[in-house]
């Protein structure tokens, strides 16, 4: 505990004894030595590696000496890396583990939410230290005539209702493949346990899953708390990461860590716990965490139009861009003649085969797709689509002024078409039904924490006609899958996934800028 040292000096929790151990914070945070500094601290202990002696005299000898010599009371040893040349000079000496690190701390927020046996750290020495310290006198252990001790339910406890939602979450999740291992064998709903997680397992349920499974399982003040530190490791674990929001991030793992003070018990924070807190520096020294952690390591034709129908509405001229767009191509084509139109921009002008091809999956952009039917048997989910593309957005028919930005579309993969042109390229296109996400509290919304819920049963584009287009070119998509909230039966919350083995790389005007690590 005592995070407090590491926000600002003005901050409201340092003078904050009420929920904070009775005590005001006003020690600065603690400095990181350089390696010279700790290489002028550790020069004059004497160790003598090897065989070491059987008399106690000798070892005790040997400690007297080096308190004599100044030895600093934190250091045993001088490390035999201080031998390379430049090891004292390196800003970073030790990388912390980020993957260790998150196991450790999902694994102690979910044993004490769930209160399994033996591994909560909501106990009775727990309370037992709670009373020691003289905080939170409602939760100090009660000793009933019978003389048994009884503890009263923290802000965190959950009752089984609560646990047996908690536990569906993740029991009922289907992910894509390769994404995550069957995290469902891992629980346990008769027990309410989720047990046997791998660090991968943990790393998807820590970052995605646990915002999910907590929102509707404890009271909005405390779940805020785990969502928080769920979208701190978010961001740090994040592919493209400034120097700016590497900052950002080390001044807020402070704040959530304090927050996690004023509800967990003091049990809870054990060094696995702390050790986030130096991550974000880390990361600015090291680059983004992917590099060090332990896994597998269309405008000429609307012109025209415009010109020709200067007084249409632009959502009307929009419409008859998209319906007569075909027609004008291929005429245009023709009229400009072969030899000064690309190979591939003829085939397209003169339209597909009336044969295509039709599969039941299919992988691109480091995604493998299957229609819904395909996996109507199976235990993973391969179908959930996105795609996020710059859209014309009209208030009503009458808007002159529509407003262009980027909008995420998402669907539910039900074919799979390939179209032939003349044999010289093919258009892989996915049908999908698309949520409507027109109207927000609709087919799609955002809640409290700001997850994004979609509703399968409010679709559009479910028709033949023109202006219904279910059909997205396969190059454009990116996967999401879609869980199940356990209160709301019609909705669920949209997880975007990434491919394991791709890498964003950014964009070139950005290379511009040394403070973006890719």
Same mark, same amino acid.
């Given at each position: 505990?005592?995070?407090?040292?590491?926000?600002?000096?003005?901050?409201?929790?340092?003078?904050?004894?009420?929920?904070?151990?009775?005590?005001?914070?006003?020690?600065?945070?603690?400095? #990181?030595?350089?390696?010279?500094?700790?290489?002028? #601290?550790?020069?004059?202990?004497?160790?003598?590696?090897?065989?070491?002696?059987?008399?106690?005299?000798?070892?005790?000898?040997?400690?007297?000496?080096?308190?004599?010599?100044?030895?600093?009371?934190?250091?045993?040893?001088?490390?035999?890396?201080?031998?390379?040349?430049?090891?004292?000079?390196?800003?970073?000496?030790?990388?912390?583990?980020?993957?260790?690190?998150?196991?450790?701390?999902?694994?102690?927020?979910?044993?004490?939410?769930?209160?399994?046996?033996?591994?909560?750290?909501?106990?009775?020495?727990?309370?037992?230290?709670?009373?020691?310290?003289?905080?939170?006198?409602?939760?100090?252990?009660?000793?009933?005539?019978?003389?048994?001790?009884?503890?009263?339910?923290?802000?965190?406890?959950?009752?089984?209702?609560?646990?047996?939602?908690?536990?569906?979450?993740?029991?009922?999740?289907?992910?894509?493949?390769?994404?995550?291992?069957?995290?469902?064998?891992?629980?346990?709903?008769?027990?309410?346990?989720?047990?046997?997680?791998?660090?991968?397992?943990?790393?998807?349920?820590?970052?995605?899953?646990?915002?999910?499974?907590?929102?509707?399982?404890?009271?909005?003040?405390?779940?805020?708390?785990?969502?928080?530190?769920?979208?701190?490791?978010?961001?740090?674990?994040?592919?493209?990461?400034?120097?700016?929001?590497?900052?950002?991030?080390?001044?807020?793992?402070?704040?959530?860590?304090?927050?996690?003070?004023?509800?967990?018990?003091?049990?809870?924070?054990?060094?696995?716990?702390?050790?986030?807190?130096?991550?974000?520096s880390d990361a600015m020294l090291a680059r983004p965490v992917q590099y060090r952690w332990m896994y597998p390591i269309e405008s000429e034709r609307k012109k025209v139009i415009k010109k020709e129908m200067p007084r249409r509405a632009p959502r009307l001229l929009e419409c008859i861009h998209n319906?007569?767009?075909?027609?004008?191509?291929?005429?245009?084509?023709?009229?400009?003649?072969?030899?000064?139109?690309?190979?591939?921009?003829?085939?397209?002008?003169?339209?597909?085969?009336?044969?295509?091809?039709?599969?039941?999956?299919?992988?691109?952009?480091?995604?493998?797709?299957?229609?819904?039917?395909?996996?109507?048997?199976?235990?993973? #989910?391969?179908?959930?689509?996105?795609?996020?593309?710059?859209?014309?957005?009209?208030?009503?028919?009458?808007?002159?002024?529509?407003?262009?930005?980027?909008?995420?579309?998402?669907?539910?993969?039900?074919?799979?078409?390939?179209?032939?042109?003349?044999?010289?390229?093919?258009?892989?296109?996915?049908?999908?039904?698309?949520?409507?996400?027109?109207?927000?509290?609709?087919?799609?919304?955002?809640?409290?924490?700001?997850?994004?819920?979609?509703?399968?049963?409010?679709?559009?584009?479910?028709?033949?006609?023109?202006?219904?287009?279910?059909?997205?070119?396969?190059? #454009?998509?990116?996967?999401?899958?879609?869980?199940?909230?356990?209160?709301?039966?019609?909705?669920?919350?949209?997880?975007?996934?990434?491919?394991?083995?791709?890498?964003?790389?950014?964009?070139?005007?950005?290379?511009?800028?040394?403070?973006?690590?890719?």
């Amino acid at each position: 505990m005592g995070h407090r040292r590491f926000l600002d000096r003005d901050h409201r929790y340092r003078h904050n004894k009420r929920n904070f151990y009775r005590k005001l914070e006003l020690r600065e945070a603690s400095k #990181q030595l350089s390696g010279n500094e700790v290489l002028a #601290q550790v020069s004059k202990i004497n160790i003598i590696f090897g065989k070491k002696s059987d008399t106690k005299v000798g070892k005790k000898r040997n400690r007297d000496e080096n308190k004599e010599k100044g030895k600093a009371s934190c250091w045993k040893k001088r490390s035999i890396f201080f031998d390379l040349p430049y090891w004292a000079g390196n800003m970073l000496r030790h990388s912390l583990d980020v993957m260790h690190i998150e196991k450790n701390v999902c694994d102690n927020v979910l044993r004490t939410l769930l209160n399994i046996d033996g591994k909560t750290k909501d106990n009775v020495k727990s309370r037992l230290d709670l009373q020691e310290m003289k905080i939170r006198r409602t939760l100090h252990p009660k000793q009933r005539p019978s003389g048994k001790i009884y503890l009263l339910p923290a802000c965190f406890t959950m009752a089984n209702k609560e646990k047996d939602d908690f536990c569906r979450v993740i029991k009922n999740m289907k992910v894509p493949d390769g994404y995550a291992s069957k995290i469902s064998r891992c629980t346990n709903l008769k027990m309410k346990k989720i047990l046997g997680l791998k660090s991968h397992d943990t790393h998807i349920l820590m970052q995605q899953i646990l915002p999910i499974a907590v929102r509707r399982t404890l009271p909005p003040n405390v779940s805020s708390i785990p969502i928080e530190f769920s979208g701190f490791f978010r961001d740090l674990c994040s592919k493209v990461g400034r120097m700016q929001d590497f900052k950002f991030l080390e001044s807020q793992i402070a704040l959530t860590l304090c927050h996690l003070e004023r509800i967990f018990p003091p049990s809870f924070f054990d060094i696995m716990v702390h050790l986030p807190i130096y991550l974000a520096s880390d990361a600015m020294l090291a680059r983004p965490v992917q590099y060090r952690w332990m896994y597998p390591i269309e405008s000429e034709r609307k012109k025209v139009i415009k010109k020709e129908m200067p007084r249409r509405a632009p959502r009307l001229l929009e419409c008859i861009h998209n319906e007569k767009f075909p027609d004008w191509l291929g005429k245009y084509v023709d009229h400009v003649g072969n030899d000064q139109v690309l190979k591939e921009v003829r085939s397209l002008a003169r339209g597909p085969n009336t044969v295509a091809r039709r599969f039941k999956g299919y992988i691109i952009n480091g995604f493998r797709f299957r229609t819904k039917d395909r996996e109507r048997d199976l235990k993973t #989910q391969n179908n959930g689509v996105v795609v996020t593309t710059k859209t014309s957005s009209f208030a009503s028919t009458s808007d002159r002024n529509p407003v262009i930005g980027d909008v995420d579309y998402y669907g539910v993969l039900t074919d799979i078409i390939e179209s032939d042109y003349c044999g010289s390229k093919k258009v892989v296109l996915f049908k999908c039904d698309w949520v409507d996400v027109r109207t927000q509290g609709r087919g799609i919304k955002k809640d409290e924490f700001g997850l994004t819920l979609v509703n399968f049963k409010q679709l559009w584009h479910t028709g033949w006609n023109l202006y219904n287009e279910p059909y997205v070119l396969a190059t #454009q998509v990116q996967q999401a899958f879609y869980v199940p909230d356990p209160i709301d039966r019609d909705w669920h919350v949209v997880i975007r996934s990434k491919p394991r083995d791709l890498f964003e790389m950014g964009i070139n005007d950005s290379l511009v800028d040394n403070d973006i690590y890719l």
